[in-house]
């Protein structure tokens, strides 16, 4: 992962791959955003308690922030 961001708000979290593909996750609680930015492996968190368990969607460069302001957290895994 190149970037991910969260809006608590709407409760989405964007992620950046390392392909340069972004998504959007929906109905993501903060508390596992919180648990995300504390991880030692955001791709071993991603693949055990977000892939498969909340609704994505890709996102394209015009959409990118469309859900909002986002918190921001830049870390590569």
Same mark, same amino acid.
């Given at each position: 992962? !190149? ?11 964007? $992620? !950046? ?8 996750? #929906?109905?993501?609680?903060?508390? $596992?955003?919180?648990?995300? !930015?504390? #991880? ?9 308690? $977000? ?15 469309? =859900?909002?302001?986002? =918190?921001? !957290?830049?870390? #590569? #895994?």
């Amino acid at each position: 992962m !190149q970037d991910v961001r969260y809006n608590q708000q709407n409760q989405v979290l964007q $992620i !950046q791959f390392s392909s340069g593909s972004v998504y959007q996750y #929906t109905h993501v609680e903060p508390e $596992i955003w919180e648990s995300l !930015q504390d #991880t030692d492996s955001t791709g071993r968190f991603f693949h055990s308690q $977000i892939k498969g368990y909340y609704s994505s969607q890709p996102v394209d460069d015009e959409s990118l922030n469309a =859900n909002g302001s986002f =918190n921001h !957290q830049n870390k #590569t #895994t």
